[in-house]
């Protein structure tokens, strides 16, 4: 078999993908553009939505208790599925 006998390792798996997904990011600078435009108009979006979550200057109530936690619950899932998502 030609595969016998050798082996790559991580690191240089990493390297030669790197290496090949940056000359295609130089070889087409308007997705570098899209890329950040796009992470622009999340951050704002995040920052709109969950603008003062559990705002920690008003008294502690449950009602208010129990916002808070949806709040941060609905944060965190869309933190997670805007880091998720575009992976997959």
Known sequence: MISEGRTVSGWRQFSELFKRNFVYLMRNPIIIRMT?????F???LV????WKVADTTKPI?????FKDVFNWMGLSFMLT???M???I
């Open 47 to 50: 920052l709109a939505l969950f």
């Open 61 to 65: 109530e449950l009602q208010n208790l």
């Open 36 to 40: 950040f435009i796009n992470s622009v």
């Open 85 to 87: 998502i575009p992976s």
């Open 42 to 44: 999340i951050a704002l």
């Open 81 to 83: 599925s805007n880091i």
